[in-house]
């Protein structure tokens, strides 16, 4: 079945950056794009990107053009999300999820990244 | 890009229908059949229940359905039952190749 397993929680500084990895299995991983969404503690979710594994291709929300960077390894199957510049506002559960057309049709289990000094 | 436009609550009693909106434009779910549908339990990831505005995956029952006029798009839950308490998030197609989330309902069973 498919799974995806997300990278373990995060503390980091305002201003620094934050990588977060996203393991992919059960399915052809160069098949499927791959969705970055992020939760902050009792608000709503919030679609930040997305990344081709085949080509390597991202589409970004406007919100966070030149602030995410999505990469991939083929080889480890394994999707990366980096974010830069962080402010406190960032602290948020981040989730990569399997999209299907466009749905989002399977979710890691979230990766908690707190933004504080 | 701002988000589409979900109640923030809804409630239902058991066996009760709800229906759940979504309000988007014309750029994202007026223009495109691509309006999903996730529910989310406290702790847990979300779960895709409606896809391509009507369609369910498989294992999702046929008490969840979705449906869509104009920029408006809809989820009903038929046969409330406790399990369904959570939260539900609209997502849609929005142009060049990104997505938007609804701000979110919480649906309570009374």
């Known amino acids: 079945q498919v799974q995806l397993v997300q990278s373990g929680a995060e503390v980091k500084k305002p201003g620094a950056s934050v990588k977060v990895s996203c393991e992919a299995s059960?399915?052809?991983?160069?098949?499927?794009?791959m969705h970055w969404v992020r939760q902050a503690p009792g608000q709503g979710l919030e679609w930040m990107g997305r990344?081709?594994?085949?080509?390597?291709?991202?589409n970004f929300a406007q919100k966070f053009q030149g602030r995410v960077t999505l990469t991939r390894d083929k080889s480890s199957r394994t999707v990366y999300m980096e974010l830069s510049g962080l402010r406190s506002d960032d602290t948020a559960i981040y989730f990569c999820?399997?999209?299907?057309?466009?749905?989002?049709?399977?979710w890691g289990q979230g990766t908690l990244v707190t933004a504080s000094s | 890009q701002s988000a589409l436009a979900q109640p923030r609550s809804v409630s239902g009693s058991p066996g009760q229908s709800v229906t759940i909106s979504c309000t988007g434009t014309?750029?994202?779910?007026?223009?495109?059949?691509?309006v999903s549908w996730y529910q989310q339990h406290p702790g847990r990831a979300p779960k895709v229940l409606i896809y391509?505005?009507?369609k369910r995956p498989s294992g999702v029952p046929d008490r969840f359905s979705g449906s869509k006029s104009g920029n408006t798009a809809s989820l009903t839950i038929s046969g409330l039952q406790s399990e369904d308490e959570a939260d539900y998030y609209c997502?849609?197609?929005?142009?060049?190749?990104?997505?938007?989330f609804g701000g979110g309902t919480k649906l309570t069973v009374l």
């Open positions: 059960g399915y052809i991983f160069t098949a499927s794009y």
């Open positions: 999820t399997r999209g299907n057309t466009e749905y989002l049709q399977d």
């Open positions: 997502c849609s197609y929005a142009g060049s190749y990104t997505l938007v």
């Open positions: 391509d505005v009507t």
């Open positions: 990344i081709n594994p085949d080509s390597g291709v991202t």
């Open positions: 014309s750029s994202d779910v007026g223009g495109y059949d691509y």
